[in-house]
């Protein structure tokens, strides 16, 4: 039996991802962020409210990253989302994480997160029902260590951050069960 | 180091989700999508093609339903990712799934699935970067055995698949690492 709870927000997972761009004077920010996700083949939309400072940056720079948060640097990824550079000019430097500039695109990219797309802004789409920063991935980059032997990045490798909204849990991934286009193929044949 | 990859879709975790909706003669259909997240607090975004049959019953009915996907049902969520409700007339049937209509929309629930949300067509979001199904979620249900005792849907019990783009792998939630709000604030203190 199924009980109603109400209208709540029940995607799960959710990704915990890292969105950084530049400020005045090159200033790296970065905030967190579980409200994305890709929306074509080179695309990804976030759903971020425009008062953010990185929101601000980003629309100014016209570029920005989205790295994925990993269980090693879980304290950075929080506290990138307790933190608002609107009221801590130097949240960036607290964190201890280290940024580069991008080879692609006018955005930093973090070092510490161990997979990151590099994205100019595409487009802002503005409805009654939404406020979407759209970015056009450029490149994506990833450590070494997180890639399988056919050079492909291992999902059971990662160690990547899942947030749960439900209860403002972070998990990370157990074990792989399955394939896509695989385990439910047995049913095509069926009858 | 980080390798260069090219501009590939590196969101990770995805979801699993069940779209469900009537077709002619209420005839139920479901559809496998990963590429779906909540855009507002009672706002879910799917980013799906428009010629899926799901897609066209859904603008018709103007409502429709979004599961969650378990690891106990990952033969029929696959299946729904597969085959296609325009070639395969009989595919909800061949699922082995059971529906039933919601009493808040009209749209089925798919009985098997732990999580259900239940939606109005709030508004089709068309621009050069997406092609954007939004649904108002007018009720959330759960079965009571993924429930926490303070009634809260349990990340820990869902047993929720997990889509993996880089290797088209299914996942599962593992460890609880932290809490949101919480792993950082030690960083907010510093200095």
């Not at 967190?32 to 425009?50: P, Q, R, S, T, V």
């Not at 994506?140 to 490798?157: M, Q, R």
Request: glycine letters at 8%; charged letters at 25%; a negative charge.
């Amino acid at each position: 039996m199924k009980k109603n709870l109400g209208a709540i927000p029940a995607v799960y997972p959710m990704p915990v991802l890292m969105v950084a761009a530049y400020g005045e004077n090159d200033k790296v920010n970065v905030m967190n962020a579980a409200w994305g996700m890709i929306c074509a083949m080179d695309k990804i939309a976030l759903f971020i409210d425009e008062d953010h400072k990185t929101t601000q940056n980003l629309l100014k720079r016209k570029a920005f990253t989205v790295s994925l948060a990993d269980k090693e640097h879980i304290k950075p990824a929080d506290f990138f989302g307790i933190a608002s550079g609107n009221t801590m000019p130097d949240k960036f430097e607290k964190s201890g994480c280290k940024a580069v500039k991008s080879g692609f695109v006018d955005a930093p990219v973090i070092e510490e997160f161990p997979v990151v797309m590099e994205c100019e802004l595409a487009e802002v789409v503005k409805t009654e029902s939404m406020y979407c920063i759209v970015g056009k991935i450029v490149n994506t980059a990833a450590e070494e260590t997180v890639l399988s032997e056919n050079g492909k990045i291992d999902a059971g490798k990662l160690n990547a951050l899942i947030f749960d909204q439900f209860q403002n849990g972070y998990y990370i991934s157990g074990e792989q069960v399955g394939k896509a286009w695989n385990a439910g193929k047995e049913l095509m044949a069926k009858n």
